[in-house]
């Protein structure tokens, strides 16, 4: 993914105020870019989009007047799907999903002046892409998982710890992450083994040679193949600890036992029952839940902040975001009164008549937007194999940047 873009924003700074430019409709578009084995993804981010939009209506809408949710499209070109939601005169877009598409989206969106709010971007490069200060994201990025995987190695006595990890910058950059957050932690890191998928063989011999307490593995396509190879050399069960690209339920495809007592994490909360009853009223057929709260905090979010700009534009929205979330800049143009904790628009809004400033703790957690649009504080499911091969969720656990 090219990360540097050359036609889009020169910088990426924060405005802290810009002059009023809405036409006074708060639009909301959606970019639907997953298709094929990806496509179920859509339903649950449209979902709770439908259902951001029908409490944020249902409060008073934006300045009196209801929030418009603009037409959805499905494709996987981003940058045509983003001319369609400017001409369509969109204030916020959220999306896309898929990381290696986002430049597309933010170049097109950034220049048009448009407020972009990804509920599932997970690439740690985007944290500096150009984009004028129009990009963010409500989920964390793809290394902020690593203090919680050394969390779960070092909570099961570990000392040292072996890190096999699949090429790709996925892998690359969580495992160096995961070494980092090792030391910091106190532990060492014995080895740190790459491997080609379905080539994980001389890895796992590199991760049995040193003996480590713990094992992180760090993979997706060839997370099932690494697993294997470890359980070959010796190294299965509760000395694994699985990154999330590598969680799955396994079953037969391994061995008898091969992940008995494995840990592994996913990341989010997982969603209230009230909240799944809430998004299954929209859409009864819905079967999964990936992002939707991530997606309806980015809708809350998007229009709590054009409630503190009182104006629609998506350069407002965009001034707003980091302070409504309750994250900071440091600058003098933070929101001036006393922060007050909302977790609804309604809440929010009623801070903001209040002479409060609302720092909004959404469905996925706390936000606390950094200068960068990254969330500063991330939640992960923690899942734990049985003899099947199957993971149950047995626990959450936080991870914080420096910044939170």
Known sequence: MVLGACAGPTGNARADVVEAGGDGILRIGLILDNTGKQGFLNAPQLAAARLAVKEINAAGGHKGKPVELLPESIGTDTAAQAKDLVAAKADVVIGPTDSSRAADAIDVLSRAKVAIISPANTAPGLSKFKSGGYYFRTVAADVAQASVLVKLAKDGGAKTIAVVHEEGSYGKEVSLAVSEAAKAAGLGTAVDAEFKAGQAQQAAAAAKAVSPDAVILVARDGAQGAIA?????????????????????????????????????????????????????????????????????????????????????????????????????????????????????????????????????????????????DVTAAGYMVYSYGADNNAKMTGAETSRSAGS
């Open 229 to 373: 190879e470890l359980n070959n050399a010796g190294l299965a069960g509760r000395k694994l600890i699985l990154s999330d690209g590598a969680v799955n339920q396994y079953g037969q495809g391994l061995g008898s036992r091969a992940l008995d007592g494995a840990r592994g994490i996913l990341p989010g909360m997982f969603p209230s029952a009230h909240f799944q009853a809430e998004l299954v009223a929209v859409d009864p057929g819905l079967k999964d839940m990936a992002f939707a709260a991530e997606t309806y905090d980015a809708v809350l979010l998007a229009a709590i902040a054009a409630a503190a700009a009182g104006d629609d534009a998506g350069a407002s929205i965009a001034a707003k975001l980091i302070s409504v979330s309750g994250g900071t800049t440091g600058s003098s143009g933070q929101s001036s009164g006393e922060a007050q904790t909302c977790r609804s628009y309604q809440e929010c809004v009623a801070a903001l008549r209040a002479g409060k400033h609302p720092d909004y703790d959404g469905q996925s957690g706390p936000i606390n937007f950094d200068s960068n649009g």
